[in-house]
């Protein structure tokens, strides 16, 4: 089993940063792809950005491109999402998730991504 915890959420106005924080724990670490997802009310859960176990591959969803950094910590078992300029189309439950199997297919799809959080809130006021 793989436990991921999200930090970082909270409330900023438009224009503004936050940086969230996922911090994996449990089995082994191993070589996991791990994204961020993002689901506003009412709406589907959809794909913000993920990145591979070397750190070296990132993918991002056209909206973010250009605002937001996925990075790895040092020990790979913390990822960030670093989000600047933040507009009020940002405001979501944002969830962490993990790849276990480590390919680098399809990082934008929610079904290759087996372990989630249980998500931490953005909320972007105008």
């Known amino acids: 089993q793989v436990q991921l915890v999200e930090s970082g959420g909270g409330l900023v106005q438009a224009g503004g940063s936050l940086r969230l924080s996922c911090a994996a724990s449990?089995?082994?670490?191993?070589?996991?792809?791990m994204g961020w997802f993002r689901q506003a009310p009412g709406k589907e859960r959809e794909f913000v950005a993920a990145?591979?176990?070397?750190?070296?591959?990132?993918y991002y969803v056209d909206s973010v491109k250009g605002r937001f950094t996925i990075s790895r910590g040092s020990a790979k078992n913390t990822v960030y999402l670093q989000m600047n300029s933040l507009k009020p189309k940002d405001t979501a439950i944002y969830y962490c998730?993990?790849?276990?199997?480590?390919?680098?297919?399809?990082?934008?799809?929610?079904?290759?991504?087996?372990?989630w959080g249980q998500g931490t809130q953005v909320t972007v006021s105008s």
């Open positions: 998730a993990a790849d276990t199997s480590g390919r680098w297919n399809t990082p934008a799809s929610r079904d290759e991504y087996d372990y």
């Open positions: 449990g089995r082994t670490f191993g070589n996991y792809v």
């Open positions: 990145i591979s176990w070397s750190g070296s591959s990132t």
